[in-house]
């Protein structure tokens, strides 16, 4: 049976409070997208903190950064010079942004695996022509 978000909280992390200092830790300003409400993430749910904190962790390990993981999105959609995107990108907030490199990681994956799945078309055989056939187009080229 799936532990409640309390029961992970108190296991991984003791208390909220120590999830909050630990997410605030990861959450710097080359990561994060500070747009935090007035209340602060100590009324944040248990579930959003730990997610957020996952999130957090396998950004920074994989990317390190917000550019470098925007440059990786753009770099799989294949719009590496498309500056409108990349600005509209940098105000997205990080998990959208790691649902984007998942899904163009993906969507490139597929489209690799069907390029090299498709083979190129054989080509067509000349038939033989029959006796009526080169009467028909000789009678035709005399016309």
Known sequence: ????????MKERFESKEK?????QALATPELWVDRVGVKGLERV????????HELLERAKKEFGSRAKL???ILELEKRTKDDGMKARLERYPLPRLLDLHTAAARRSKRAAAAAAKKKP???KKKKARTKKAKAKAKAAAKK
């Open 19 to 23: 999830l909050v200092e630990a997410v």
């Open 70 to 72: 925007i440059a990786s």
């Open 45 to 52: 749910s248990n579930a959003k903190l730990l997610r957020l």
């Open 121 to 123: 078309a054989p080509a």
């Open 1 to 8: 049976m799936k532990k409640s978000p309390v029961a992970v």
